[in-house]
């Protein structure tokens, strides 16, 4: 796409979710639009999947760090992973709708988010904020990042993150731990930690290589690809908003997640019931 084709684009963030994977609506605001004319297209580097590791991948240890991670069903379609690791807890139960809650636990800290629909409530020790993560809610990020602040729960989990190896991380329950990075990055007010993903130089930062024969894969990679071009659009279309960055990558990890989901359903993933 040339440069002047792009100018005179007026989207909303409604426009932004599009069609989302496992029938994922959101019904956000027209909050953050409307970008300056005669922006360029970045160039399609984007995240595409190595391929995730299937049978036997459901339970992983991971070589480098120990830490053990699991993913299980749990009832009416949902799936759960858990990663612990020496005095840490990792719980994130995930729901065919998109919706989740995620468990983070070190020591005598605790920090819970909940996603229901487009609003994002996080709690750590008693205290609660509640992000519309459909809009740029800037004051919601700055409450979330002011419970957040200091918490020994969400920098436990982003330093073990940091060591976990590809083989890891390209996993079943690997893939969403590495989504939860943005997520709680984004909310701690780390607003380049997806587009750091994209000077990787390891399997995980590639361009798209479609059409291998694994019809689960073709569409799950696909889908991921779709995803960083929305998320490009989106973050040349709001960069001037405050909060708008954060709902673009926050959008990321809902499709990519969703389309995890689809791809475990496709190739009927073994994983046990808890």
């Not at 002047?4 to 639009?33: K, Q």
């Not at 040349?236 to 908003?241: A, G, K, S």
Request: proline share 6%; glycine share 10%; with cysteine.
């Amino acid at each position: 796409m040339g440069p002047g084709s792009r100018s005179g684009v007026n989207m909303t963030v409604g426009a932004l979710w599009g069609v989302i994977a496992v029938g994922w609506l959101l019904t956000p605001s027209g909050a953050i639009a409307n970008p300056p004319p005669g922006y360029f297209t970045s160039p399609n580097v984007c995240p595409a999947p190595v391929r995730p590791q299937q049978a036997g991948r459901g339970d992983v240890t991971d070589e480098r760090t120990g830490t053990h991670l699991r993913l299980s069903a749990l009832p009416k379609g949902a799936v759960e992973v858990r990663l612990t690791a020496p005095e840490f807890e990792f719980r994130k139960s995930i729901q065919p709708n998109g919706d989740f809650t995620l468990k983070l636990a070190a020591a005598q800290d605790v920090a819970v988010l909940i996603r229901t629909g487009d609003r994002l409530r996080v709690t750590r020790n008693g205290q609660t904020a509640v992000v519309r993560h459909a809009e740029a809610d800037e004051a919601g990020l700055e409450q979330a990042q002011h419970v957040l602040a200091g918490s020994r729960a969400m920098r436990t989990f982003r330093a073990i993150h940091a060591r976990l190896s590809d083989a890891t991380l390209t996993s079943a329950p690997g893939i969403i731990v590495d989504v939860t990075d943005v997520q709680v990055g984004v909310l701690q007010g780390d607003d380049g930690v997806l587009e750091r993903r994209r000077a990787r130089r390891n399997g995980r930062v590639v361009r798209a290589s479609l059409g291998g024969g694994d019809p689960c894969f073709d569409q799950y990679e696909q889908e991921v690809v779709e995803a960083w071009d929305v998320y490009s659009d989106c973050i040349w279309e709001n960069t001037w908003y405050p909060g708008g960055p954060s709902v673009c990558a926050f959008v990321w990890t809902v499709k990519v997640e969703g389309s995890w989901f689809k791809y475990l359903r496709c190739v009927a993933f073994p994983w046990k019931a808890e």
